[in-house]
């Protein structure tokens, strides 16, 4: 069974940065996908970022591209999602989720995801 852990999300002043990890592990195939997803309050889940593992395909929704950016370290089973310029209004929590696929993220089939992690972008 597949098994997700996050970390790196915190508290940033709005224009700062970070850097979100997802560790993977349990995938019995490198048919997979990993992505990103986050959740504000009183908000529908919205997609963010998808990596497939099989060769390295990367998405980004249309409201994050060119801001957001996701990338792996095979070596280390981990996907990354680096947010620079962060505003206000992606203060959320950050999921990732394996599934697939990475093709179309609006309709990314989520089958395991991790806890989450907070991230706060406020001055």
Known sequence: QAQLVESGGGLV???G???LSCVASGFTSDYYAI????QAPGKEREPVSCLSNFDGFTTVADSMKGRFSISRDKAKNTVYLQMPSLKPE???VYHCASGGPCSNILTFRYESWGQGVQVNVSS
Do not use: K
Not at 35 to 38: D, G, M, N, Q
């Open 90 to 92: 992606d203060t959320a």
């Open 13 to 15: 002043p709005p224009g």
């Open 17 to 19: 940065s970070l850097t």
């Open 35 to 38: 992505a990103w997803f986050r």
